[in-house]
């Protein structure tokens, strides 16, 4: 089976400053992962995913993830961090072998001004 | 905008009803998923169809059904409604197996 633990149900980041998310995973095979954004009364949108070759992902928006298979976590980061990136994030992995995706519990990001 | 429709946006009902929500997916996508999303237990998978057929279930409830019709859009079926069924409840579709799911704003279902 798998599963999502995201630390942190609420993070809070000063405008400007790095953003780190974190999001580790339990998977018997070789997962795809994804983290996805949701703005206020708004559906989930997908900033970038995993699925195979470069560890490093580039999304949308500036973020990036890193694939740590030793660690078994995905964390999404951000150099800086604006205004607009005030919402809920939620980390998900998938079995490659089927299509259901098992979502975190999110987290939801602050920026302070 | 994902391209997938949801409709009704907001839903207000008493218990023991019944509510039909409607989905439609992006045009191309044969996979469509529901999904509820409460404060307390956050977003959970329900159910699956690809092509008209039933892929896979999650934590759906007895009382809640779903369907894929032949032109793709899907229905989820909520009956005997309770308290507990308040949430929001999302439609995703992608083009198949493993591919990046696509959300519809959602439809809020509040029982009174």
């Known amino acids: 089976a798998q599963s999502v633990t995201q630390l942190g149900s609420h993070v809070s980041v000063s405008e400007g400053a790095l953003v780190l998310l974190r999001c580790n995973y339990s998977?018997?095979?070789?997962?795809?992962l994804f983290w996805y954004v949701q703005y206020p009364n708004q559906g989930l949108q997908l900033l970038l995913k995993y699925t195979t070759g470069a560890t490093l992902v580039k999304g949308i928006n500036g973020f990036e993830a890193e694939f740590k298979k030793s660690e078994t976590s995905f964390h999404l980061t951000k150099p800086s961090a604006h205004m607009s990136d005030a919402a809920e994030y939620f980390c998900?992995?998938?079995?490659?072998?089927?299509?259901?995706?098992?979502f975190g519990k999110g987290t939801r990001l602050h920026i302070l001004p | 905008d994902s391209g997938v429709t949801q409709t009704p946006k907001h839903l207000i009902t008493a218990t023991g009803q019944r509510v039909t929500l409607r989905c439609s997916p992006r045009?191309?996508?044969?996979?469509v998923y529901w999904y509820q999303q409460s404060l307390d237990q956050g977003l959970q998978f329900l159910i699956q169809y690809y092509n008209g057929e039933e892929r896979a279930k999650g934590n759906i409830l007895e009382r809640f059904s779903a369907q894929q019709f032949p032109d793709l859009h899907s229905e989820l079926n909520l009956s005997s409604l309770e308290l507990g069924d308040s949430a929001l409840y999302f439609c995703?579709?992608?083009?198949?197996?493993?591919?990046?799911?696509?959300f519809g704003d959602g439809t809020r279902l509040s029982i009174l």
């Open positions: 995703a579709s992608s083009m198949g197996p493993n591919q990046p799911q696509h």
């Open positions: 045009s191309g996508d044969l996979s």
């Open positions: 998977s018997s095979v070789p997962p795809y």
């Open positions: 998900a992995v998938s079995d490659p072998r089927d299509d259901k995706i098992i």
